[in-house]
């Protein structure tokens, strides 16, 4: 298998195929495994070479200002975000905040999820977490107040909740953040 530096057959001829083609696979099954390896760095060299001194090409490159269509309106949704982080320890009506964002509760919920990939509610509960975390690691309140002041109705609720999203009880937490 020979290479011709600065020509477009620098690619091992192994690794020039068509998707139909199953030379690809047999060239690689009739390897050594040392040339393989020889291979396998020579195709990290050339990727490593072109990612580095070409720029992306534009079909790569998101546009200018890209907002993926359906969704709620960026205004609607800050409006909506805002309403989360200033009442974050009530209970969360889905007619109040889709009222918010001047929509139908139907039509709210998918567009919240369409604009951000989770529920409403799941979104809520993600930053009733976030901000119990930073009540952890910033005051020794007992975690039944961290977890009624950020509007879970118990503490049981909290732990699920933390342990689903953080990954640790909301006592380790608080251990590994001291």
Do not use: W
Request: aromatic fraction near 8%; charged fraction near 20%; glycine fraction near 4%.
């Amino acid at each position: 298998m020979s290479i011709h530096p600065g020509t477009s057959s620098e690619i091992p001829t192994a690794l020039r195929f068509h998707p139909s083609d199953t030379t690809f696979v047999e060239a690689f099954d009739s390897m050594s495994p040392l040339a393989f390896a020889d291979v396998l760095d020579r195709v990290r060299q050339i990727v490593a070479k072109t990612v580095s001194s070409a720029p992306a090409p534009a079909a790569l490159q998101p546009p200018a200002q890209a907002r993926p269509s359906g969704g709620l309106s960026p205004t609607a949704l800050r409006r909506v975000r805002a309403y989360v982080e200033d009442h974050i320890a009530e209970r969360f009506d889905m007619d109040v905040l889709a009222d918010i964002a001047g929509l139908s509760t139907c039509h709210f919920s998918r567009a919240f999820k369409q604009s951000l990939g989770l529920p409403p509610y799941n979104y809520v509960v993600k930053r009733r977490v976030a901000t119990a975390a930073e009540l952890i690691e910033q005051t020794d309140r007992p975690l039944v107040d961290v977890a009624q002041s950020v509007g879970f109705s118990d503490q049981s609720h909290f732990t699920r909740s933390f342990v689903r999203i953080v990954g640790e009880t909301p006592r380790a937490f608080r251990r590994r953040n001291r």
